[in-house]
């Protein structure tokens, strides 16, 4: 090999070798530690697998991981913490069947049962709609409804037989309109990620206030691992909610943690 040869490959390993040690290290280290964390919680070691999951979750979130976190918390019998993963992780999977029920068997175990308000039955259809999937899946059904609409116009406009040229007026007219409600359910999924309201009471015991104050009147009393709505999140220290059963009050900021 010629000196000219020898040096380019030298340049090539040297600009090479970081960008490979930068990119893909991390990477090793990141499935390493699920594995870890995986088997410490299939051994029972559950606080070595709490540690391990939270240091993932630095990371990157994942529903799986926060499913997998509030697992080990509920093995520890930290049911607030349980909940708190639990939400989180329907937040990131709102369809998924195991994350809701594991939710259900955590908050059967809290102080406080509320009862929800009740609401028209057309608005819980609803909510169950825009939740059988997370803003991804909605994204991605989104454009597959747009391409088969696409062709389906096609097939319509130079189509010359009738019959095709009905199922691709029609079929495109539908797929449109699941095209715009996806869009619609991928949105309303999205503003609930990036505007968290949700929040756990973490203390054993809050008080809600009539007002901002510690002098404020105690309202009621919430306890941990109850799951509130921030309605006024201007302040600092305190943070108007609302509990499921319509309840309202002030609360103190380190009474509570944003889902």
């Not at 697998?49 to 630095?58: G, N, Q, R």
């Not at 825009?130 to 130079?158: E, G, K, P, Q, T």
């Amino acid at each position: 090999m010629n000196n000219i040869s020898r040096n380019m490959v030298l340049r090539w390993v040297k600009w090479f070798l970081p960008l490979y040690l930068f990119t893909f290290l991390p990477l090793a280290s990141y499935a390493i530690t699920k594995a870890q964390a995986d088997s410490a919680y299939l051994r029972e070691n559950y606080q070595q697998a709490i540690a391990d999951y939270e240091a993932l979750l630095k990371h990157g979130v994942s529903a799986d991981l926060y499913y997998n976190l509030g697992n080990a918390y509920y093995r520890m019998d930290n049911i607030t913490k349980a909940v708190l993963n639990y939400e989180r992780a329907l937040l990131l999977s709102p369809g998924d069947d195991d994350i809701r029920f594991n939710l259900q068997m955590a908050r059967s175990k809290t102080i406080d049962k509320i009862t929800p308000e009740s609401e028209m039955f057309f608005v819980t259809w609803y909510h169950s709609l825009v939740n059988l999937m997370s803003v991804d899946a909605w994204a991605r059904i989104a454009l597959i409804a747009l391409a088969v609409a696409i062709i389906l116009a096609l097939v319509y406009l130079f189509s010359g037989r009738m019959w095709l040229q009905k199922i691709g007026f029609f079929g495109a007219l539908f797929l449109l309109i699941v095209f715009l409600l996806s869009n619609l359910f991928a949105f309303q999924q999205k503003h609930k990620l990036t505007h968290r309201t949700g929040a756990i009471i973490t203390t054993t015991a809050a008080s809600v206030k009539s007002t901002p104050s510690k002098n404020g009147t105690d309202l009621f009393i919430l306890h941990e691992g109850t799951k509130v709505t921030i309605t006024d999140g201007s302040m600092n220290d305190w943070k108007e909610i609302r509990v499921a059963d319509g309840k309202e009050g002030w609360i103190e900021t380190k009474e509570i943690e944003i889902i």
